[in-house]
């Protein structure tokens, strides 16, 4: 304060006032009751967002895991079949249902009889031997031309030993190729039998329009193994909306530190006669730090750290000022979920959808004064909270083993926003832009 | 007291209402805060300027209605502490035609007591800009006395 205060300004204003009126007292009690609703309506947006993310989060967990599951189980059966078929060459053809079955069951194996039957299964398989000639797949008990194995499926006991199964017409077939050269044509039911036979050296599918072949497709895929990937790219976007229309931030801070709630007003009521004339944004300029969590084969769920720029300016037709430039720099954390549904050795291509959690933090301001022929410049930490959503299609080209570069063309619409600024800054609506950057899988 | 405050830092009575009822709200919800220690009174002033200041945040980068005057040729006849010798509602017509940056410092500075480094910080301005502006305003309060000076003597002209 002035040891000298100048003049009697301060005594003549002293005691100077005059009486409300019953209009403002009005419009007081409604304003409390607004602002209330205020609170609750940041506190919905903040709710739903955490809600959001967190059935997304399931979402993905919930098909990984299945997928996962569904993976493990094939790849146990493959690594049982060869580990099992190391030409102990007993030439039984055990038939165990693969659902819930032990190490110790799965080792079981039924005797050939002396006609050349196998002893039940719970689930029904039959083995004949391709070539029409020979019998020499097994010392103890061969299986003969043509031969029927005799079998037993708890589910159908109308079946009668010796029925030729495969002739039900339902029991997809698969040919394997054994290591003693013989070929053999297994069917079964949709659960798929587990073999033990000697060494295994490829599946070749069926030709048979009702098998589902997908799971078996897995082993043509070398590369994208890895679970996790760390990227890094940058961006920039483009707004959609029209320039005629900009909608303004204003919410003032003033000297209020303990302003507790945070605010969106735009551009109607209080701001409609005196807000800018017009306004833009500048094209913001990202670097993205990612991280993902691959679940199965194509799906992956993607996080990181996003620092972005933005620039705002906002326009005015008389007096002061005639311009304010808001460059404003905010941190980003993306929650993605992506689905690669094109998977080559190389290419890739993916679409991903999620939300984008952005904090405004630093805001750097400058107003440009006709009257005073200056120009002011204003630099502060802000706070705030943007939520946007987030549509993404993606190429990823591979150039070595474990590293990507990609290409991700996105369009993300903000839905929520809200920043405490003493200076108006352009509300963002509906971008379109794209990042480029490398990703490594670990 | 609160509505006189708010009628300086405003450039008319509908935007000094504004500030003024943020002020209420603020005061309201703002209760149990205060500590008890000092004046009510030097607590509810403050809390009403900081919501002028506030308002002239909001305002600084938008349209004002305020009358510019071409500071270049600025040299009014009428002195200096003319100013102080105005009476209250006179005074006060002419802060409120001000621009706000003007009428902001000037209020800061004339009336509450405040030297210009708090001012600057206040504003978020250096404290070479707050001198500026406050002499500037002065210069402007002086060139609306001459205007007034002028029209009183043309009335007196044509009713002579």
Redesign the interface.
């Known amino acids: 304060m002035q040891t000298n205060t100048p003049g009697s300004l301060k005594e003549k204003f002293g005691n100077f006032g005059a009486a409300p009126t019953e209009q403002l007292w009005n419009s007081i009690s409604s304003s409390l009751d607004q602002k209330e609703k205020k609170r609750r309506g940041i506190f919905w947006w903040w709710f739903s967002g955490i809600a959001a993310s967190g059935l997304l989060l399931f979402g993905i967990y919930y098909l990984g895991y299945q997928a996962g599951k569904s993976e493990k189980n094939i790849a146990e059966e493959n690594n049982y079949a060869v580990e099992k078929s190391d030409a102990n060459s007993t030439g039984s053809l055990p038939s165990n249902e693969m659902t819930g079955v032990t190490d110790d069951e799965a080792q079981y194996t039924p005797d050939v009889n002396s006609t050349g039957t196998l002893s039940s299964g719970e689930m029904p398989v039959e083995t004949h031997n391709e070539h029409q000639n020979k019998s020499n797949v097994s010392s103890t008990g061969s299986l003969s031309l043509s031969q029927r194995v005799e079998m037993t499926d708890p589910k159908e006991d109308d079946l009668e030993k010796g029925a030729d199964v495969s002739s039900s017409g339902s029991l997809p077939a698969i040919n394997i190729t054994v290591a003693n050269e013989h070929h053999l044509v297994l069917t079964s039911t949709e659960k798929m039998t587990r073999l033990e036979y000697p060494k295994i050296h490829k599946i070749t599918l069926p030709h048979d329009d009702n098998f589902d072949a997908s799971e078996f497709k897995h082993d043509e895929i070398s590369f994208g193994e890895s679970k996790w990937e760390i990227g890094f790219s940058v961006g920039t976007q483009m707004s959609l909306s029209p320039k005629e229309e900009p909608l303004y931030f204003n919410v003032g801070n003033g000297l209020n530190t303990d302003f507790s709630s945070l605010e969106t007003i735009q551009g109607t009521g209080l701001l409609s006669s005196q807000s800018p004339s017009s306004g833009t944004i500048s094209r913001p300029l990202s670097i993205d730090f990612s991280i993902a969590r691959t679940f199965g084969k194509r799906w992956s769920l993607q996080s990181g750290l996003g620092i972005n720029w933005t620039k705002s300016t906002t326009f005015y037709d008389y007096l002061t000022p005639s311009q304010v430039n808001a460059s404003f720099f905010s941190i980003s954390v993306p929650l993605v979920a992506e689905f690669d549904f094109v998977k080559r050795k190389r290419l890739e291509f993916s679409t991903g959808l999620g939300i984008v959690n952005e904090i405004p933090l630093y805001l750097r301001s400058s107003s440009l004064y006709p009257v005073l022929e200056s120009k002011t410049v204003s630099k502060s930490f802000i706070s705030g909270y943007m939520c946007s959503g987030l549509l993404n299609l993606g190429v990823n080209y591979r150039l070595t083993e474990k590293m990507k570069i990609g290409l991700h063309p996105n369009v993300r619409h903000y839905f929520f926003q809200s920043m405490k600024s003493d200076f108006p800054v352009v509300e963002k609506k509906t971008w379109f832009g794209a990042n480029i950057g490398l990703v490594w899988e670990i | ?4 405050i708010c ?2 830092y405003a450039a008319n009575e509908m935007e000094a ?2 500030v ?2 943020e002020s ?3 005061i ?1 919800k ?1 209760l149990d ?1 205060w500590s008890g220690q000092g004046p009510l009174g030097a607590w509810v002033r403050r809390i009403t300027v ?2 002028a ?3 002239y ?10 009358i ?1 005057y071409d ?1 270049k040729e600025a040299n009014p006849l009428t002195e200096d ?1 003319a ?2 010798n105005l009476n ?1 509602e006179d ?2 017509k002419k802060i409120q035609k001000l ?3 003007f009428r902001t410092v000037f209020n800061l ?7 210009h480094t ?1 001012i600057g910080e ?1 504003m ?2 250096s404290e070479g ?1 707050s001198k ?2 406050y002499s ?1 305003a002065r210069v402007l309060l002086r060139q609306m006395i001459d205007e007034d000076v002028l029209n009183e003597n043309k009335n007196l002209n044509y009713a002579n």
């Open positions: 007291m609160m509505k006189g009628l300086r209402e504004d003024l009822q209420f709200i603020k309201f703002s805060s900081n919501m200041l506030e308002q945040r909001k305002n600084k980068t938008q349209k004002s209605m305020a510019v500071m502490g100013i102080e209250m005074l006060l621009a706000p940056g500075y004339a009336v509450e007591g405040y030297n708090e206040m978020g301005t800009t500026s502006q500037r």
